[in-house]
């Protein structure tokens, strides 16, 4: 089935670093949710976003919907230890019945030692 | 935190063997989900139900079976559990009007 391209893979962040990612579709997306999982735990939403161009935070967190409606990033800011992890995106196609979502590989963050 | 269980949240099984994951939520969301997840592939649809009964497959539905009996449980069911399915198993819900899931915590299967 379709994933998203979701980069990088993986990232070495140095505590107060800014960290950017991003997913790509080849289709057009009317959904873009954003996900963080820690270790032995389950994915944890973090930022929903529902219409192109928009711009939502939470807290060091910024994600933004592309105007194209075919990407969305994912900015942390500051970044701190506890911010490591696995980050994953997830976006619907259409506004139909199916409630399926096309997920991206994640992006796993590392702390530098 | 919304409310989903998974039982249990760790099994060890040997091949052929029946294996029965169960999801329970308290949320009385419509749709659940469940999801393996295994290095390199990110999460991967098994089934999903949107309603008692109603249930449908996903992207990795072969060898898996669920059933939806009660709004509130989801259960997932390997017939004869294979070493292929070793993996960590999530169940997600999510409301009516909305895509946003929810994710439990997650049970850990070994198939030896």
Known sequence: GQQLNQSPQSMFIQEGEDVSMNCTSSSIFNTWLWYKQDPGEGPVLLIALYKAGELTSNGRLTAQFGITRKDSFLNISASIPSDVGIYFCAGKEGFDSNYQLIWGAGTKLIIKP | ?112
């Not at chain 2, 469940?34 to 249930?55: A, F, N």
């Not at chain 2, 292929?84 to 929810?102: H, K, M, N």
Request: charged share 20%.
């Open chain 2, 1 to 112: 935190d919304a409310g989903i269980t998974q039982s249990p949240r760790h099994k060890v099984t040997e091949t052929g063997t029946p294996v029965t994951l169960r999801c329970h939520q308290t949320e009385n969301h419509r749709y659940m989900y469940w999801y393996r997840q295994d290095p390199g592939h990110g999460l991967r649809l098994i089934h999903y139900s949107y309603g008692v009964k109603d249930t449908d497959k996903g992207e990795v539905s072969d060898g898996y079976s669920v059933s939806r009996s009660k709004t509130e449980d989801f259960l997932l069911t390997l017939e004869s559990a294979t070493s292929s399915q070793t993996s960590v198993y999530f169940c997600a819900i999510s409301g009516t009007d909305t895509y946003e899931q929810y994710f439990g915590p997650g049970t850990r299967l070994t198939v030896t």
